[in-house]
């Protein structure tokens, strides 16, 4: 805790931190859902289209713009497809498609008092949080959106610009420090990186992707323990730095894991459409280019090539697969190397 900071101010601060949600705003002044809603969704791109009819020949009866919410009514199959994710919500005024609508909830916590030294792995827990730089020449200047099931180093907890506790994440690409509010933020307990299955010898594990099924099957011997839907790489492409965006196929072992990875093209803005994503979760490298299983926050289109390489995965799925592949990590460890768990994309 900061030496500007002390413990009568903590108390204080934590009633602020609690008091309310800062971004109620964003979320169009409506801060309890109908009583008929089963869920609230986000919107990830800039905008989405919302259909007379659960199907994309339907008319078009609205739009709904980059990170809006939206009460579900019905989540539901239809089997017109399309057949990669046949997936459709019921919303307010008419059906819209998964694809780019993130689940989310809005779970408020109570503040820490104190940081391990070193930095803890927190989550966000809200749909979405404004993060901030504190500059000697601006003051407090708008930085990254951070979302839903993103992971986060806290580093440290001092007063915000709104006279609540905020705290200090710092950027594992960047080395930059910024602040969000606390209250928004879950600790990731230790609890959470105990391996699992971590009597099963290295050589009984392994792991398979089908990219023509775009599926994952995780093995201990020959008893499958995982099988799941996930996004492979776009075929045919290329990222910034010219690296193929199709995700490689041949056999591979996890080379290095980090519960929190920046990924995008490290820079420092408050624009949303720039490609940045801070706060990645449960990153697993197979691959040298950098390709890795991770969760996803920006996309709910799993069954479908999505990526730049990397095998996009649900975010509790993820974190199961982090826990399960070797080499283990522990608690506080930015980036764990060593040769692991064998992986084998075809």
């Not at 975010?315 to 080499?327: D, H, I, Q, Y």
């Amino acid at each position: 805790m900061p030496k500007d900071i002390n413990r009568r101010d903590f108390l204080k601060l934590s009633g602020l931190s609690l008091g309310g949600l800062a971004f109620s705003k964003s979320f169009e002044g409506r801060e309890l859902s109908p009583r008929d809603a089963i869920a609230t969704v986000r919107v990830s791109v800039d905008e989405v289209r919302i259909f007379k009819e659960p199907s994309y020949h339907s008319d078009v009866v609205s739009t709904r713009p980059r990170d809006q919410l939206l009460y579900i009514y019905e989540k539901f199959i239809n089997p017109e497809g399309p057949d990669f994710n046949p997936n459709w919500y019921r919303v307010d005024d008419g059906f819209a498609h998964t694809a780019y609508l993130q689940p989310v909830e809005t779970n408020l916590n109570q503040v820490l008092s104190t940081i391990p030294e070193g930095g803890q792995v927190f989550e966000v827990s809200v749909p979405l949080t404004q993060s901030y730089r504190d500059t000697k020449s601006y003051g407090w200047e708008k930085l990254y959106r951070l979302y839903y099931k993103s992971n986060h180093w806290v580093t440290g907890i001092k007063e915000g610009p709104d006279g609540a506790l905020w705290y200090q994440l710092t950027d594992e690409l960047l080395y930059i420090n910024y602040y969000v509010l606390a209250s928004h933020m879950r600790p990731v307990p230790n609890s959470e990186f105990t391996p699992i299955s971590a009597d099963i010898p290295q050589g009984k594990k392994r792991v398979e992707v089908s990219i023509a099924e775009q599926r994952l099957w995780a093995y201990e011997e020959n008893e499958v323990v995982m099988d799941t839907k996930i996004s492979t790489g776009i075929p045919g492409l290329a990222s910034s730095n010219g690296i193929p965006t199709a995700t490689p196929r041949g056999s591979f072992n996890i080379i290095s894991k980090m519960p929190v990875r920046h990924m995008g093209d490290g820079q420092v803005t408050s624009d949303v459409f720039a490609y940045e994503l801070p706060g990645v979760p449960w990153v697993s490298y197979f691959h040298e280019t950098g390709v890795a299983f991770h969760g996803t926050f920006w996309h709910d289109n799993y069954g479908n090539e999505m990526s730049h390489g990397c095998v996009n995965m649900l975010p509790e799925e993820a974190k199961w697969l982090f826990r399960w592949l070797t080499p283990a990590n522990e608690p506080g460890e930015r980036i764990q190397k060593g040769y692991g768990t064998r992986v084998i994309v075809s």
